[in-house]
């Protein structure tokens, strides 16, 4: 009964939208098509934060929708009034069909590829006795070490990669609690929101930063050290936060956890080509500078050498989260139809930015990207917000004061990454939603409370950054 009030909720709003007249809507020159697929945001966003059916399904519907109401080959019905003069642009039913081959989808392959090969060949479990064994038994330290671990390395390679490669590291620190130990909820959410966290820390540690990284140029420009100086104070401090609140709101039950890890190295040709593989796949994401190969590309690698040698086969794959490709599919067809249809752009443009104070105007862009971030991929909400806000801060002469553009640009910048509260937030979210072991309730709380502490610590920065003379 709850499922079909949920449902009902999520059904009833956006067709409110589209039955309503677009002059009722506060958006100047609003077009059909931008009428329509507001009902469809509306739509995934209702049933991406009440889950009436699966997360992934609800991806499915929204590209569905796309291509059947908004699409340049939709239903006939929707094309009649195609000459009006407001009738607004079409997408390309080719560009939303390609978000299901992304190179963000084709980055959580190689992750899942990575991720099964190690399992299947221990190097997960070989990998957990190292990494935890100078963090004790207890499993507030143990999270502590799993965090610390996730962050480090999430800033110097991509987050999805890492969240990957410690999520298999966290199956036989799960495998050693009880069944329904809550602690193994705090557990899984603690690996996606350190990478989340971590990818701040540096230009290339999340794909918002280096978006970001287009608009400090010349006399905004900011160097990687420099970079590192703001954000990793903001990182350690973002995460002992993040490790507090989650081991309060998911306590595990045990004392201690025995991580009794006695599994050896395995030596076979095949074991060799996973632990090769795994190594010479983190390395290319770590010295992308050098190789000229950016994380997608290197991610193809490992799925090529697995596929190849038949270290994952057709059996393997099937069991793959398939899922959660999907899932991220459909907000990355949600990003681009936001732009493309130039609905974020008029939403942008209603507000009238000029009339608002400098303090306000920074509030309400992170404020907007953090939101936005939170029900699509933060890397689209990067791309499509960041043009508009670097203009805000070449434009709007209040701004200067604050730093301009540098200080705009960067706050929402890490506004975007602050944004973990749903599954589609972030891919690493995803990855962990695809364990089984979390439903999206369970992200949503911790995931505003770090939020807002984030954009609260973002904030503060500012006025640090200011007085160092830093802008």
């Not at 958006?27 to 009440?50: Q, T």
């Not at 889950?51 to 499915?60: K, V």
């Not at 608002?356 to 909400?381: D, E, K, Q, R």
Request: no cysteine; proline share 5%.
């Amino acid at each position: 009964m709850q499922q079909r009030v949920k449902l009902s909720v999520s059904l009833l709003i956006p067709i409110l939208i589209l039955l309503i007249p677009k002059t009722w809507i506060p958006i100047e020159n609003l077009s059909i098509i931008e009428h329509r697929f507001m009902a469809i945001f509306f739509l995934a966003m209702f049933l991406w934060v009440l889950e009436p059916i699966p997360i992934y399904a609800t991806s499915i519907l929204i590209v569905v929708l796309q291509l059947v109401m908004v699409s340049d080959h939709g239903l006939v019905i929707f094309m009649k009034s195609a000459q009006e003069p407001n009738f607004g642009t079409v997408l390309n039913y080719k560009n939303i069909m390609a978000a299901f081959a992304s190179p963000i989808v084709m980055l959580f392959l190689g992750g899942f590829y990575l991720a099964a090969a190690a399992t299947k060949y221990r190097l997960d479990i070989n990998l957990a006795r190292v990494l935890l064994k100078p963090f004790g038994s207890q499993p507030k330290t143990v999270m502590l070490g799993l965090m610390s671990s996730t962050a480090i390395f999430s800033m110097f390679m991509s987050n999805t990669a890492t969240t990957a490669m410690m999520l298999a590291l966290l199956s036989p620190v799960l495998a050693a609690l009880k069944p329904n130990d809550r602690g193994k909820i705090g557990f899984v959410i603690a690996i996606p929101f350190a990478a989340n966290i971590g990818g701040i820390g540096t230009p290339i540690g999340t794909p918002p930063n280096a978006v970001a990284m287009k608009y400090l140029t010349a006399e905004n420009a900011v160097s990687f050290g420099s970079w590192m100086m703001f954000a990793l104070p903001l990182v350690i401090l973002l995460l002992i936060f993040a490790w507090f609140l989650l081991s309060r709101l998911y306590p595990s039950d045990s004392q201690s956890i025995q991580l009794d890890i006695r599994s050896k190295f395995l030596i076979s040709w095949q074991a060799i080509t996973v632990y090769s593989t795994f190594a010479v796949t983190i390395l290319l994401w770590l010295l992308d500078f050098l190789h000229g190969m950016n994380s997608y590309i290197v991610a193809m690698i490992p799925v090529a050498v697995f596929s190849t040698t038949g270290i994952v086969n057709s059996e393997d794959m099937k069991r793959l989260g398939w899922d959660i490709l999907w899932l991220i599919a459909g907000g990355i067809a949600l990003g681009q139809g936001l732009e493309q249809t130039g609905l974020a752009h008029h939403f942008i443009d209603s507000i009238p930015f000029d009339t608002f104070s400098p303090y306000s105007v920074v509030a309400l862009a992170t404020g907007i990207t953090i939101l936005m971030a939170t029900f699509m991929s933060n890397t689209a909400t990067a791309n499509l917000l960041l043009p508009i806000i670097a203009a805000l801060g070449a434009n709007l002469s209040s701004l200067t004061p604050l730093g301009g553009v540098k200080m705009i640009v960067i706050a929402s910048t890490l506004a975007a990454s602050l944004a973990m509260s749903l599954a589609v937030s972030t891919p690493p979210n995803a990855m962990a939603h695809a364990t089984g072991i979390l439903k999206s309730k369970h992200m949503l709380l911790p995931g505003i409370i770090i939020g807002l502490a984030g954009l609260a610590g973002v904030y503060v920065l500012m006025v640090v950054l200011k007085w160092v003379n830093f802008v």
